[in-house]
């Protein structure tokens, strides 16, 4: 399982290196920070209602892009209505 895309999910830090929770590879944590998509929505119809949960490999599925490229289209955007 090492390498595979679900081992960046559960790094957890120590200092400047961590290991992955699922498969202990040990990997250098930079400093900068990686925003990631945590997504909740409800859906319903005439049988009832289901909650449903996401998290990062969804977002990037439903919105085409990282959780840095939307927290930097977001900055940017904001950057222009203050200017």
Known sequence: M????RSVIAVTR????????LCFLSVLVTRRDFHRYIIQAATGDHTGQLWLSGFNDVGITLF???????????????LRIIW
């Open 2 to 5: 090492a390498g595979d895309a």
């Open 14 to 21: 120590s200092q400047n290196t961590g290991q992955c929770a």
């Open 64 to 78: 085409g892009m990282t959780g840095n490229e939307l927290r930097n289209l977001q900055v940017s955007l904001l």
